[in-house]
Nanobody
Framework: QVQLAESGGGSVQPGGSLRLSCAAS????????VGWYRQSPGKEREVVAI??????????FYSDSVRGRFTISEENDGNTVVLTMNRLQPEDAGTYYC????????????????????WGQGTQVTVSS
């Protein structure tokens, strides 16, 4: 049974940082496509970053709105993908979701467009003074 669980959300002031984690059960991140998405009230869900774990930092994609501020990475336990968010602004607030494909697909995991079959429940991020 494949499941994902996000954690690390919270409330920060503008300019602050948060570290979100996506823990997998039922499979391990060996050569998989993993993504972070977010959704704020009144807006559609948008992709934040996608990584193919089989190549580490060699195959990572960021949305224009977060590039240079957010970093997606793997923990060495093989079960966790992290989204480190720096210089957070109010427009970054919302519910953050992780998604993964337990089946390796190196050809399709090549950009910000991917259809993930497994999703987590989300973790809330608030940015305010």
């Amino acid at each position: 049974q494949v499941q994902l669980a996000e954690s690390g959300g919270g409330s920060v002031q503008p300019g602050g940082s948060l570290r979100l984690s996506c823990a997998a059960s039922g499979f391990t991140y060996r050569a998989n496509c993993v993504g972070w998405y977010r959704q704020s009230p009144g807006k559609e869900r948008e992709v934040v970053a996608i990584v193919y774990t089989g190549f580490g930092s060699g195959r990572i994609f960021y949305s224009d709105s977060v590039r240079g501020r957010f970093t997606i990475s793997e923990e060495n336990d093989g079960n966790t993908v992290v989204l480190t968010m720096n210089r957070l602004q109010p427009e970054d607030a919302g519910t953050y979701y992780c998604a993964a494909d337990p089946v390796s697909n190196i050809l399709s995991c090549s950009g910000l467009k991917y259809e993930f079959p497994v999703w987590g429940q989300g973790t809330q991020v608030t940015v305010s003074s």
